[in-house]
């Protein structure tokens, strides 16, 4: 899309928008490439496909709308139980788009990370996904993190277990374990949690992900599968997050 009318879209997007109040880390669960695909009589790892042509835009419009942190759940511990062609296919698509995407996620400020396990994945994902989050380690823009095999609980065993090592070496007092102590040992320790949790496809559940960090994110499910997702929608998520009262557990007066 031209510059021009790329900017009069996202503008026109904007001023539906409390952009004083905008949440500051939007996390989306990517979900119904493979329903888009089937509908179509097409195989799944089409959809995939065209899910990705929909991550660039979402990842682009959210930078330019002015979120902070957008976190997209790419690829679940859980998803290697899917037939092995599913998945190598997905290993190189992700690897594919990490390649080509890095310069101009780079040229536009974007900071790249990935939430997950390395164990598991290919060498030729891991070196791709190192370069990215290297090369744009300083930028200021977008922090965008994909949660590239990526379990909710795994990140949680995985705190704990690391936790358990400086507790064995006495550089941490159990007694002194707080809900900071194993915030400070999740994947992304430094970063908000989720303000509003996007899901789309439809279904109404977490599927394992961010579970710590989401305890108290506005959540938001669209029937639209992920193929078909747009920004207008992503607008429509957080304007019906702006309508909202997070109380966080206390009495607050509408
Ligand atoms: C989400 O789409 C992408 C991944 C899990 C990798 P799905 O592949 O889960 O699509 P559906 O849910 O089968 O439609
Ligand atoms: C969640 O979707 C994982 C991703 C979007 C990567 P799934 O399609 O794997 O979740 P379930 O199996 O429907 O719960
Ligand atoms: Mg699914």
Redesign the pocket.
């Known amino acids: 899309m031209p510059a021009i009318a790329q900017n009069a879209r996202i503008d026109t997007i904007k001023k539906r928008l409390d952009l004083s109040r905008l949440p500051a880390h939007v996390a989306i669960i990517?979900?119904?490439?493979?329903?888009?695909a089937?509908r179509r009589g097409m195989p799944?790892i089409y959809?995939?496909g065209e899910?990705y042509k929909t991550v660039r835009q979402i990842v682009r419009d959210a930078g330019e709308i002015g979120i902070r942190v957008l976190t997209l759940?790419?690829?679940?511990v859980e998803?290697w139980k899917r037939p092995k062609t599913e998945t190598d296919a997905?290993m190189r698509l992700i690897e594919q788009a990490a390649r080509s995407e890095l310069r101009e996620l780079h040229e536009n400020n974007v900071q790249i990370r990935f939430l997950g396990r390395r164990e598991g994945l290919p060498d030729s994902l891991i070196a791709e996904m190192d370069r990215a989050t290297a090369q744009t380690a300083k930028n200021t823009g977008l922090i965008l993190n994909l949660a590239v095999n990526y379990g909710g609980r795994a990140e949680l065993a995985d705190g704990v277990r690391s936790i358990a090592r400086k507790v064995a070496a006495g550089e941490i007092d159990p007694e002194a374990i707080t809900e900071e102590t194993i915030a400070a040992h999740t994947y992304a320790p430094d970063l908000p949690d989720p303000d509003l949790l996007i899901r789309t496809?439809g279904?109404m559940r977490f599927s394992n992900f961010l579970l710590w960090g989401s305890a108290y994110a506005e959540f938001w499910v669209t029937q639209t599968?992920?193929p078909d997702f747009t920004t207008e929608l992503l607008a429509d998520a957080i304007v019906d997050f702006q309508g909202r009262v997070r109380k966080f557990g206390m009495v607050v007066d509408p």
């Open positions: 990517t979900d119904g490439n493979g329903r888009w089937k799944r959809g995939h899910g759940y790419v690829f679940s998803n997905l496809a279904e599968l992920w």
